[in-house]
């Protein structure tokens, strides 16, 4: 049995994942190891969750042959509407639209079911033969300058580079002694979905609110209904334990509420999901023979529906890297990744965290210069133009 490896890769969500399967379609021999068992076949049913893939971190998936594996299908990001309000009230005449027409025929993103990526991650990590897969196994990691040790139980692996994709809680940080700071919201947000009334038209919605944002992102048919939608609903952590007690009723009339009447009459699909917010990030991306990606290095509010993009945009950093370098874990190219990924992720951050601070509020003046601000921009094309390429990942 295989023993030596390239990469090492710990933590099989969507970023180590996808970034195993892209690499092992290098040629790259690559194991990969999570605490979690995963099937080749995810349950099928529909749970309401999905994911915001913007234009430019396709490329990874399509690297990795996801993109056309995928069982349910992407829908596109046509438009985003950002409008202004309260809660009960129509949203603000000044307010910002974005036609990805502006800036070509390619759409800003595509809302993906988180189970068909799942679906489509697993049944590759099983079928690619460059790719050992221990899960559900615990690793036990240890790194010099000559390479990478991975025991698993009775079982001793090696490889020349390890990369931490095991999330915002992740062991191989910790291990190697790199610092985060976190930052916390006070908000928590309910992910779910909706089938309703009338067409989305591809139109994705971030409405800003006092308590914090609410976003309709646009989600293809499926058998049983023609218009879907993901809803992320954020407000204060208070507000949203409220609305935990909620029957499935009540909870769509508050959503309603903020949402406007735009889509008609909502019917909950799947489950509601709660999670609390916070940002945090890592002081440096890089140790000796092992490089952070994805949660384990960075997690941004999901005001802009960002957060997974910034991991297969670092995993994406990797695999032109890894292309063709002889020694995976040289010191040259560790470096190399943290250049290309930390200012551009931070910058991200930096990003968020304001747009939430300016408009998770009810102040009148900040409130009235946040909506002269909006109109103001969609009066200017190259600035529109400018917002529209980053919200594509370009």
């Not at 409008?83 to 639209?97: A, C, E, I, M, V």
């Not at 999901?273 to 890592?282: E, I, Q, R, V």
């Not at 994805?294 to 509010?301: E, K, N, P, R, V």
């Not at 994406?316 to 020694?327: G, I, K, N, S, T």
């Amino acid at each position: 049995m295989q023993k030596e490896f390239d990469i090492a890769i710990i933590g099989a969500g969507p970023v180590g994942g996808a970034l195993a399967c892209a690499l092992a379609a290098q040629g790259k021999r690559v194991l990969l190891v999570d605490k979690a068992d995963l099937p080749p076949m995810e349950h099928p049913d529909f749970d309401g969750r999905a994911y915001a893939i913007a234009a430019g971190s396709r490329a990874l998936l399509d690297a990795a042959a996801l993109w056309d594996a995928l069982p349910y299908a992407p829908c596109p990001i046509l438009d985003i509407a950002v409008t202004d309000g309260k809660p009960g009230r129509p949203p603000s005449p000044l307010q910002l639209h974005f036609d990805h027409r502006a800036v070509g025929d390619e759409a800003f993103g595509w809302i993906v079911e988180a189970r068909g990526l799942r679906i489509a991650i697993n049944r590759a990590l099983h079928e690619n033969p460059n790719i050992v897969l221990r899960a559900p196994a615990q690793a036990v990691v240890t790194r010099d300058a000559d390479g990478v040790q991975i025991k698993i139980g009775d079982e001793v692996l090696s490889a020349l580079l390890v990369v931490a994709a095991d999330g915002r809680n992740s062991q191989l940080r910790d291990e190697a002694g790199i610092p985060v700071t976190k930052l916390r919201y006070r908000q928590s947000a309910v992910v779910c979905a909706v089938a309703h009334e009338k067409p989305h038209r591809g139109v994705a919605l971030e409405h800003f609110l006092p308590g914090g944002p609410l976003a309709q992102l646009p989600m293809s048919a499926n058998a049983a209904h023609e218009n879907l939608s993901a809803i992320v609903f954020t407000d204060r952590d208070e507000v949203v334990a409220r609305l935990a007690t909620l029957d499935d009723a009540r909870f769509l009339a508050q959503v309603q509420k903020r949402l406007g009447p735009q889509l008609g009459a909502l019917k909950l699909i799947g489950r509601r999901w709660t999670y609390p917010l916070s940002a945090m990030y890592a002081a440096r991306y890089t140790a000796t023979r092992l490089v952070l990606a994805g949660d384990s290095a960075h997690g941004i509010h999901p005001i802009a529906g960002q957060g997974l993009n910034l991991g297969l945009q670092d995993a994406l950093a990797l695999v032109e890297l890894l292309r063709d370098a002889p020694d995976p874990g040289a010191p040259e190219l560790l470096a190399a990744y943290q250049a290309a990924r930390r200012p551009a992720n931070m910058l991200m951050l930096a990003a968020t965290d304001s747009l939430d601070r300016l408009f998770s509020t009810n102040n009148p003046a900040i409130r009235l210069a946040r909506d002269l601000g909006l109109a103001a921009v969609d009066r200017m094309p190259r600035l529109k133009r400018r917002f529209m390429l980053t919200a594509m990942g370009r």
